[in-house]
């Protein structure tokens, strides 16, 4: 495991080996000034003995100082090449992450759970940079420091050195021991800020469900459940980082005072000079910082490998709706045609077929309802459509092209998808409305506002088209909601449009003639997806689907005709219509 892990770092820096040389190079030149220095330092003082003029204490200062200043520019040089490698990581990492979500299906942050998704793009990744920055940085600045010093500790005087560094491996064993248990409770802790992320953002999203049932209460318990949690996580955490840090200091304290009193001792036999013991104790000085930083660096280098894995495990999910190696050109006649020979569809997570054995067509230019019962496949047929979920090869058609062998750009340029709920971002109307063709002039704008209708209320507007739409359209109704999601399906030229619902919270009136006029203008094939069997009344053809299958299909008329679920499902709408009018 530990291979892979540094398998797996190796391959993040290799692409910047250059730039991670030139910052060990300047880490090295670092570690040869502070080692040099305690020994100019050395010799200052025991030259003291013989005497010493102004000059040559001057001159020997104004070294010391130069080499120091050359040691700070280098250290410079090597945070700016190391942690300039960490940013680079961090930017290109955060890129990645975020095509990576674009290439997954919708329901897969569904499942996921948008607060854990952005937790691994956002804190995750700052803790890979972390890693390859800092940590990479300490750990290798703590190496030459041990590799470089303890030698002409060595040189000195083996005995005060085995004495000074001799409680050292008593620290390793103390990182060791509290190493693992920081990274586990890293990993829980980022868990339960996952969770609570997630909660968050479900609240933000369905602020006004919680306020029409009052649940207010309710949600700040979740919350406070959660909360806490992750505060006893990062409390644990805290506890276990504030009992191993002191206690790394300490054992550096004790090897100072274990040189200081060994040391005295032999500088009053005579076996050590002043200059030799005061370098030792440079020398001891220099090596408690970055021992004492470990621990810290441990830390991050642990939670960074944790964050690092839980990154490649996003990065390592593949798509379910992916494009073909090879896929083959649309039809040169984008007419909007469409067949569906078997079309069987079952979710990964559910024990029935969403669609089962549907077998139909859908001639160019044709407006289709498709109707049914709850829970019989509408919106699933919809998203199939649009290849939103994964459809079996050889069972759905456009323009007598399989949508399997398509790439995912090529369909979804002949498909125009138009979901029950639109969802509008966070932009004026204008940019929402061309969203699909962001080149999109102000006059083609304008042009599918006045076919989805709704150009009338956006006269209305202080702003018009420049109005800012606030968060998911909240300041605009449902039915603006749907008209502009419907405008901006409209801009788009795409030879199939599908209406998921789309046009459940307009008038009756208003959805006929926006249909008249989208059939007159552009020809397009539609297919309605519809609760309102009136609107499905005016369409050529109406397809029926109940428990996942096609059991009927023809006009309105025929299909009262004859007794089946059609005609149930219009009667119960006839009997709802006359109570409400009662």
């Known amino acids: 495991m530990a291979a892979i892990r540094l398998g797996l770092i190796w391959r993040y820096l290799r692409p910047h080996r250059r730039v991670l040389l030139g910052g060990v190079l300047a880490l090295v030149v670092v570690n040869l000034l502070s080692v040099t220095i305690p020994l100019m330092v050395r010799g200052i003082i025991d030259d003291l003995q013989d005497g ?14 130069l080499l120091a200043s050359l040691m700070g520019v280098a250290r410079l040089v090597s945070r700016l090449l190391v942690f300039g490698v960490g940013r680079q990581v961090e930017a290109s990492l955060r890129q990645r992450v975020f095509d990576h979500m674009l290439r997954q299906e919708p329901g897969w942050v569904q499942t996921t759970g948008s607060g854990e998704v952005i937790s691994r793009s956002t804190s995750d990744v700052e803790n890979v940079r972390r890693l390859l920055g800092f940590a990479v940085l300490s750990l290798t600045n703590t190496a030459l420091a041990y590799a470089l010093t303890l030698p002409a500790m ?65 949600e700040q318990a979740a919350f406070g459940e959660r909360n806490g949690r992750y505060r006893d996580s990062a409390l644990a955490l805290s506890r276990t980082r504030s009992t191993l840090f002191p206690l790394l200091e300490g054992i550096s304290s004790i090897s100072l005072l274990l040189l200081l009193a060994i040391g005295s001792g032999q500088l009053e036999s005579g076996r050590l000079s002043i200059g030799n013991l005061v370098a030792l104790i440079l020398f001891v000085e220099r090596l408690v910082f970055p021992t004492a930083l470990l621990g810290f660096t441990l830390n991050t280098f642990q939670t960074g490998q944790v964050s690092l894995e839980r990154v490649e495990e996003l990065l390592g999910r593949r798509p379910r709706v992916e494009s073909p190696a090879e896929p083959v050109p649309p039809a040169r006649e984008r007419q909007g045609a469409v067949e569906a020979r078997g079309l069987t569809i079952r979710y990964e997570e559910s024990h029935r077929e969403a669609l089962r054995d549907v077998s139909f067509r859908i001639a160019p230019g044709e407006l289709v309802a498709v109707v049914g019962p709850v829970g019989c496949g509408k919106t699933t047929l919809a998203r199939a459509l649009g290849r939103m979920a994964e459809v079996p090869a050889g069972q759905l058609f456009i323009d007598g092209v399989d949508v399997t062998a398509l790439s995912l750009a090529d369909l979804r340029a002949q498909v125009a998808l138009v ?3 639109g969802y509008l971002f966070t932009a004026t109307l204008a940019d929402n409305l061309r969203y699909g063709d962001p080149d999109a002039s102000l006059e083609q704008v304008e042009d599918a506002a006045r076919e989805a209708r709704l ?44 209406l998921d619902d789309a046009l459940a919270s307009v008038d009756n009136n208003t959805a006929a003639a926006i249909l008249h006029s989208i059939r007159a203008q552009h020809g397009r094939t539609i297919v309605m997806i519809s609760h309102q069997l009136s609107a499905a009344a005016a369409c050529d053809r109406v397809l029926v689907l109940e428990d996942g299958r096609l059991v009927q299909q023809g006009h309105h008329e025929e299909l009262l005709a004859v007794p089946g679920t059609y005609r149930r499902l219009w009667e119960r709408q006839q009997a709802e219509v006359q109570l409400q009018l009662a």
Request: proline residues 4%; charged residues 20%.
């Open 52 to 65: 010493l003029t102004v000059s040559y204490v001057l001159r020997q200062a104004g070294w010391i100082v």
């Open 154 to 218: 060595l040189m000195i005087d083996p005995l005060l050195t085995l004495a000074a560094v001799g409680l050292y491996p008593l620290m390793l064993m103390v990182v060791r021991l509290f190493g693992g248990r920081m990274m586990r409770q890293q990993r829980r802790q980022q868990e339960y800020l996952a969770s609570l992320s997630d909660l968050i953002q479900e609240d933000l999203s369905g602020i006004s469900a919680i306020k029409i049932y009052g649940q207010e209460a309710h």
């Open 419 to 421: 979901p029950q709920e």
């Open 455 to 498: 150009e009338g209320d956006i006269r209305g507007f202080p702003d018009g088209y420049g109005t800012l739409v606030g968060e998911r359209g909240i300041t605009l109704s449902g039915g603006q909601r749907q008209r502009a999601a419907l405008g901006r399906a409209l801009l788009v030229d795409c030879p199939l449009l599908v």
